[in-house]
Nanobody, 114 residues
Framework: QVQLVESGGGLVQAGGSLRLSCQAS??????????MGWYRQAPGKQRELVAT???????YFGDSVKGRFTISRDNSKKTVYLQMNSLKPEDTAVYYC??????WGRGTQVTVSS
């Protein structure tokens, strides 16, 4: 069974940067055969897509983060990364890693102060 553990969250000032990591454990063949992605959920709001990446590295971004965030994956390390630049207070949320259609991590808090 695959498990996901996020790290890298924290408190940052507006305009700053953070890099989130999601370490997967389990079958490398299963992990590398699936899309991986980042979602976020702010208080009182629905969970929304931030970015996804295919096994071959093709990426897709939510409109609110285009041009500011990048996603990458290292299949040999079973890890996906989210580089977040030019952070805004509205980026404040719990960020969740997802593998495939239904495997989620527990999330990491990102707080951006104004």
């Amino acid at each position: 069974q695959v498990q996901l553990v996020e790290s890298g969250g924290g408190l940052v000032q507006a305009g700053g940067s953070l890099r989130l990591s999601c370490q997967a454990s389990g079958s490398i063949s299963t992990i590398n055969a699936n899309n991986m992605g980042w979602y976020r959920q702010a208080p009182g709001k629905q969970r929304e897509l931030v970015a996804t990446i295919t096994p071959r590295g093709n990426s897709y971004f939510g409109d609110s983060v285009k041009g500011r965030f990048t996603i990458s994956r290292d299949n040999s390390k079973k890890t996906v990364y989210l580089q977040m630049n030019s952070l805004k207070p509205e980026d404040t949320a719990v960020y969740y890693c997802k593998l495939g259609s239904d495997t989620w991590g527990r999330g990491t808090q990102v707080t951006v102060s104004s």
